[in-house]
């Protein structure tokens, strides 16, 4: 054999043996260097697999949701608007239960901004490109930031117009109008987002909480029975499907959904209130002290038999129950101006 092939063959060797060797030390290192890459580099083209680490994390604010939002949030700063809506759509597909701790259902998105400033920007963006379903998507979400619910419905709506599968533009549509609109609008916007995305958790739940919205509890309840086969972590939407089972004191099936709510989200602090005040109700209605009567607007005119008052001590738990009543006849809807978000 000839010197230089030995010289050749003894390199290929080493090159091996320290390749193989290498791998060998870096084994160790190499999770944490998927999570570093998870977080930083691959932050730009979110991979499927980023985002199964994602959909495991216990709660929504994550560093890696956190880190896509800051990402979209400054596209949409910088005029890119395809960009920013798509990292959004991404955000609410693989993670439904997202929202920010504290903050108001209409600035989970864009919060760093100056909207004001960010909202005539847009305006001269769409002056040159009207049909631009994605800025107008944007400036949708600006409009609803800002609380002009009538801008964005508008711009969201024209949105779809020109691209009519927006997931973004239709299920931030929905939540917009949501206790804004009749319900027969609202349910009209929840219907036509899930008929676009029949497998989209989040755009269930809305439509559970637009029928909430109308008093039809049953028809709400399958639909957050739906957003949670489609995503049984959806610890909100258990929180949802609780409150709508309240109305009929199914008592049972209420604090099954509020405890898988608090494991799935212990920090929820609405799902901890609402058990409290639910236990509290529940045992006044079990004792049998108190038991409602027919309850009339116009006593009057009223052909129903009422008794007289009793004269005992029980008047304070009668007040009590009567203010609990209807603090329950308010919750859904004092709720669902926070949507699936209820902080």
Not at 329 to 342: D, E, M, N, W
Request: charge should be neutral; proline fraction near 4%; glycine fraction near 2%.
């Amino acid at each position: 054999m000839k010197l230089s092939n030995i010289a050749k063959a003894s390199l290929i060797s080493l090159v091996a043996l320290s390749a193989v060797s290498s791998a060998q030390a870096k084994e160790p290192a190499k999770s944490a260097l998927n999570d570093i890459n998870s977080l930083c580099y691959r932050r730009i083209t979110p991979p499927v697999d980023g985002w199964a680490m994602v959909s495991q994390r216990r709660r929504p604010e994550t560093e890696i949701v956190e880190m896509y939002l800051g990402f979209a949030d400054s596209l949409a700063e910088n005029h890119n608007s395809v960009g920013a809506i798509e990292r959004y759509s991404e955000i609410i597909r693989h993670d439904p239960t997202f929202a920010r701790n504290n903050s108001k259902a209409e600035n989970y998105f864009l919060v760093s901004s100056d909207k004001q400033k960010l909202l005539t920007e847009y305006n001269e963006i769409l002056k040159k490109s009207p049909t631009d379903p994605y800025a107008l998507a944007v400036r949708g979400e600006i409009k609803y930031a800002l609380n002009d619910i009538d801008g964005a419905e508008a711009d969201f709506n024209k949105s779809i117009a020109y691209k009519n599968d927006l997931l973004f533009s239709h299920l931030r549509l929905a939540e917009a109008v949501l206790t804004e609109r009749s319900p027969a609008v609202s349910i009209g916007y929840c219907e036509r987002a899930v008929s676009h995305f029949p497998k989209n958790a989040r755009a269930h739940c809305n439509l559970g909480l637009a029928y909430e919205e109308s008093g039809n509890h049953a028809f709400a309840i399958a639909e957050y029975d739906k957003a949670i086969e489609l995503d049984p972590r959806f610890a909100r939407a258990y929180f949802n499907r609780a409150v709508a089972q309240s109305k009929t004191n199914n008592f049972k099936a209420e604090f099954s959904d509020l405890i898988l709510c608090r494991e799935l989200e212990p920090d929820l602090q609405v799902a901890s209130w609402f058990w409290d005040y639910e236990q509290t109700r529940q045992r006044y209605l079990l004792s049998g002290s108190y038991v409602p009567k027919q309850c009339c607007h116009h006593l009057a005119t009223c052909s129903h038999n009422h008794e007289s008052p009793q004269q005992d001590n029980s008047w304070p738990l009668t007040v009590l129950l009567t203010l609990s009543t209807l603090l329950a006849s308010l919750i859904p809807k004092q709720l669902s101006k926070h949507l699936l978000f209820h902080e």
